[in-house]
Every structure is written in C-alpha cells, then in structure tokens.
C-alpha cells in the first residue's frame, strides 16, 4: 500500500508545483484566482479519485484506464487509451519532467542551457528551428537511467518511489515552514495582484490547464493493479488518500509563496519557489530549491515509467499492440519491452518542445479519456450491476456527472486557446485508428 501510495504522490507532485504559479497568476490576476483555481482543481482531482478508486477495486488488472474502458465500451475505446497513454499522454508527461530537471539543474551548470546542435528544419516550438541544448541531453541520459532501475523489478521501482516521496514532502514542508515562519511576509501580499491576461472564463482555464497538470498523475497507481498486493483495499486507500495529501501540500505551499511575494513577483517569476526562498535565505536559499525541485521531479519521472509502461503491456498482451511487448522479462517479472520503449519515445519527445507546450499536450488528450473513464462508473453500474464493487464512490452519481462535465468544459477551453497543442494531441489519436483495425483483424485470424 505504501508503494501505492507513494506512486499517486511522487509521481502527481513533480515540477509543476515549483513552475505554474506562474502561469496561473498570469492567467487570472489576483492571488485570490489562483487559490479558488487550486481549490476547484483539487476538488474535480478528488472526484475523479473517488470514482476511480471505484473501478480500481472492481477491475484491479495492469492497465489502469485501458481495462476501465474495455470494460464499459469495448475494446476499440481500451485501444484509443493505450495507444494515446503510449505515444502522447505518459511520454510527453516523462519529457515535461526530465525538462524541468534540467532547468533546475542549469542553475547550478548554466552550460546546461547552451544550444548543442540546430536541427535546420521548421520542427521546433512554434515552427522555427528545432534546437537541442546539453541539457536535453542530461535529461534523455535521465530517463534511460530510470528506465533501468524499473527494468530489474518492480520492487526496486517501488523501494525507490517510496524513499523518495518521503525525501520530496520533508524538503517541501521545510520549504512550506520556512515561508510562512519567514519575517519577510507580508498578509498584505495576499491582496496584490497583476493585470489578467486572458482573465475571465478564459483565463479561469487557462490556469486550470496549469494546475491539472501539477495535479496530473494521481491516476497511476491504478495502472499497476495486478502487481499491488490487496487490490481491492489498497487500490482506493491510495488514491483518495493520496490525492487528499497533495491537495494540502499544494495550497499550503502557495500560500507560503504569496506570504512572502507579491502576485506581481510571482507572475515574473519563471521558478517561483526559487524566488520565495532567495527572499528568505538568500542565494542559498534559491540553491537548495533547486535541488529539492530536481528530488521532487526525480520521485514522478520514476512513478511514471514505472506506471505507464504497464498500459502498452496490457494492449499487447490482449492483442491490440506489438506481440514483442506482451513478454514479461523471465527474470525480473517487469514488461521490459515496454518499459524501453516508453523511455526511448519519450526521450524523443523532449527533444520537440519547451515546458507549457508539453505539459498542454499532455492535459488535452489525458482528459478526453479522464471523462470517458467517470463516465464509466455511471454506464458499468447499469450494465453490469452484479460486478463486484469493494468500495463504491461517495456520492454516486453526482461527484462522477460533475467530474465529466467539467472535463468537457475544460477541454472546449484548451481547444479553443492552445489549437496547436490540442490539434498535435487530436492528430496522434486519429493516427491510431488504422493500427487498431489492422490488430483486430489479426486477433480474428
């Protein structure tokens, strides 16, 4: 369970809590916004645990979502999860990290930043030059590292995401005490704020956008189902009470960054807690930051491979992925295959964009599927009311209908103001169809 456990926290609380309070003030002007933003967000993330810890108990296989779905729609939805999770949801979201790592890391090697190569072609952010910095590389050398730790067993991925995940919450409570107890605070900071841009209903989900991704990963304990002793226990335990501790971590450290600085400050800030504790501790204060950024993104990037190579395995072994990726390594028990392929896509992937840009690839498809997987409780609870059910979700059917409508809404809204992203997300999904039916066919074989 506390490998569980430690998988919904270490890999949901990565960079995003040291980098979007930026964005978010931004995005809706008043340090007021920005909490009844990281509220609202932290309330649909706990929907959506409850319902999942729902069809967590019921169907506790490898595959998380990608058995959910089969379940209720039929294979060729489990499908469009899997091969979305594979190629642009948990990729993007192990490239997103590895960047903020070595963002984190140039603060103390600033060569990390300097351009390696140019590739001349119109493949990089926004259309120009596609350029690869030696910090690109680090974090590639990053991701193939831990693709080997997970490699060797699921154990060692575990021991090494529970030590961790208890590393990470003592340097970020040091980091929450040392904000609030600090003599540079002021209440009054609460109360500043900075010119909104979009501002509005816009801009109210231009920063739920950021705060879902900080959010992101309490799903993924859920992926390992066969492989967590007690399922049907420990399964929902971990996510709702994962899920409750990262929301309390998230607001209690933002309220130690807007103690101590301004929104203004904290909207110029590209590393907000970087900036908070250089006011409080000086440069080393900025420095010990950084190294608590790197533990924290080091915890997800492990939890996410270590989760999301489980749903190409899962494809595989049904028949609807590469035959190749459905073995199970004779000596470490790990889908080894699939845990190499996740870490060389994805080391791919970082090579193709700035940090907003992932992490905006990574939320639009994920939630197209967040929704369809609330909606299942709702369709399974009809069609197959003799399924065994450990725990139902509290609420039912209220919190998991308010899960999924304000996924639809969120979704409109990032459609509407990232189109690229979203579009790049959309294309990868329909790109996947052919694949499906030319598996299918093979399987009827």
Known sequence: MWAAIAIVIGTAIGSGIFLVPSDMIKAVGTPRMVFVVWIFGGILTLFGALTYAELSAALPDAGGEYVYLTATYGPFFGFIYGWTQTWVAKAASIATLATGFYTYLADFFPALKVVSYTIPLPIGPGGGSLEIRYGQLLGIGLILFLAAVNYVGVRVGGGVQIGVTALKLALIGGLIVAGLASSQGRVANFHI??????????????????????YDGWNNAGMLGSEIERPQRNLPLALISGTVLMIAVYLLTNLAYFYVLSGAEVGASERVAASMMRRVLGQPGGALVSVAAMISIFAALNGSILSGSRVPYAMARDGYFFKA??????????????????????SLILLSGQYKQLYTLVIFPSWILYGMTAASVIVLRIRRPDLPRPYRVLGYPVVPALFVMVAIALLYSTLMSSPRESGIGLVLIIAGLPFYFFWKRRRLV
Do not use: N
Request: hydrophobic letters at 55%; one cysteine or more; aromatic letters at 12%.
């Open 193 to 214: 704020g900075m010119p909104a841009d979009p501002g509005g209903i816009a801009g109210f989900f231009a920063a739920l956008v950021a705060a879902l991704w900080a």
């Open 325 to 346: 990726l459905s073995r199970v390594h004779p000596s470490f028990r790990t889908p080894g295959a699939c845990i190499l392929l996740l870490g060389l896509w994805s």
